[in-house]
């Protein structure tokens, strides 16, 4: 499955389900937040910010400042000031004799002059300044980012980070950027905007056309924030984030269409451990990912962790063995005793106290190897899954069903594979069948 329509359908999903407050914001934000970020980056609106700052065009504007700013408009007016004692510009005799009339006919000192000010608070130049807040608030949230040698932070602005103090110095300095008046909170309008587009400067051209970019990926409109996912190259996994996400959104669409839309998804409060709720009558569903079940009781853990040393294989005392080492030597880590974690796990409760497990590993590569691998770590999670320290799954059927386990693997074009049916203890989907196929797998575990 193409990364162009990973995207795409993320866009829809992002849409339908987090910007309308059913799915937890929170969870997207973590897995587009590159790594090294601090929790100044913990919502979506900071996310868009961050992003936003590192598009090429945005760093081109900030490098082509210096020279446009000689360029700034103002608008010119007559001011009229009435002294005595001094004349300041050009003096209005006709309201200077008024003004004597009015006043004391015999005072020779009184006169009324009129200058020329420049006026910097128009339209165009109040776009301009809020675009150039937007970019100087963010980049001195995470200037220091900057400085490190993460993979993600755009070449052109680490290698100009003089940059960033041309910037600051046009923000706080610039006699022109400095006569431009604070915009109110609502500002800039969509007038505003309009009279910046319709310039003969590029600079507020391209201010208005920054601004609405910024404010579309806000409103989250689906090809802002298409345009986000794609440029979002901020791990060395980022093609595993991606189908991750996918995957996740394809099991709550799924379990939404069973019985003809019965399931109702609820919005999720933060601090909970599950990132979706789906429930119809007595039946609930409930969606982790990543080790977010931990809360809930829920853990992969080995049996040599829990079998006496007597009972246990040379390889088994090993393993043991091995991490008792590590935890000895490591004194200030916390090292997990499971097999790893599943990427997605579905955990469905009846009313009955009975509980049934769906449990997903998502493998983003068409390699023989990586997916052999992958359906072994499935096979673990499921022989070693427990529900408050007790496997789930009895010796006689370790596996569960045989439906209890998916892996999900990139296309594997030109490879023939076995239909669902067709399977054994766990079932494989491509990508590009998820969407499909995975109903049915829910309806065999439901």
């Known amino acids: 499955m193409r990364r162009e329509q990973l995207v795409e359908g993320l866009s829809r999903d992002i849409l339908a389900y987090v ?105 165009e130049n109040v776009v301009l300044k809020r675009l150039l807040a937007l970019i ?44 431009i008046r604070e915009p109110a909170e609502y500002e800039p309008t969509d007038r505003m905007l309009q009279r910046a587009e319709n310039s003969r400067s590029e600079i507020y051209r391209e201010a208005a056309r920054l601004l609405r970019t910024y404010r579309r990926s806000l409103a989250a409109e689906e090809d802002a924030i298409a345009e986000l996912l794609e440029q979002t190259a901020v791990t060395p996994d980022d093609e595993e984030t991606l189908l991750e996400l996918y995957v996740l959104f394809r099991y709550v669409s799924a379990i939404e269409s069973l019985d003809e839309g019965s399931f109702t998804i609820r919005t999720i409060e933060s601090g909970s451990q599950e990132i979706a709720r789906l429930e119809h009558d007595s039946r609930e569903l409930l969606l982790y990912h990543d080790s977010s079940a931990r ?67 998502v493998k983003n590569s068409t390699n023989f190897d990586t997916v052999r691998s992958g359906i072994k770590e499935t096979l673990e999670y499921l022989a070693f899954l427990r529900q408050d320290g007790d496997l789930v799954f009895d010796d006689d059927r370790p596996f569960g069903s045989g439906w209890n386990g998916v892996l999900v693997v990139q296309d594997l074009d030109g490879e023939e594979t076995a239909g669902l049916a067709e399977q054994e203890s766990i079932r494989i989907l491509q990508a590009s069948e998820v969407e499909q196929r995975l109903i049915r797998v829910l309806e065999e575990v439901l």
């Open 295 to 361: 809360g809930r009781g829920l853990s992969f853990l080995p049996e040599e962790f829990e079998r006496p040393r007597e009972e246990l294989s040379r390889a088994g005392v090993v393993q043991r063995e091995a991490q008792s080492v590590a935890e000895t030597y490591f004194q200030d880590r916390e090292l997990r005793r499971s097999t790893g974690r599943p990427d997605v796990i579905v955990l469905e409760i009846r009313e009955e106290s009975r509980r049934e497990y769906l449990v997903t590993e």
């Open 136 to 179: 100087h608030e963010t980049l001195a949230d995470c200037a220091a980012l900057f400085e490190r040698e993460y993979d993600w932070v755009t070449d052109r602005w680490r290698e100009n980070l003089e940059l960033v103090d041309v910037l600051r110095n046009i923000v706080e300095r610039n006699v022109h950027v400095t006569r």
């Open 19 to 123: 910007m309308h407050g059913s799915f937890p914001e929170q969870q997207i934000v973590e897995e587009l937040r590159p790594d090294g970020v601090d929790g100044r980056f913990d919502d979506y609106e900071s996310l868009i910010r961050l992003h936003f700052v590192l598009r090429p065009d945005v760093v081109s504007f900030v490098e082509d400042l210096p020279k446009r700013l000689r360029s700034i408009r103002t608008e010119t007016e007559n001011v009229s000031k009435t002294s005595r004692g001094q004349v300041d510009g050009r003096i209005n005799w006709n309201r200077t004799i008024q003004a004597r009339y009015s006043q004391n006919p015999n005072d020779r000192s009184l006169f009324v002059c009129e200058s020329r000010s420049e006026d910097y608070d128009i339209d």
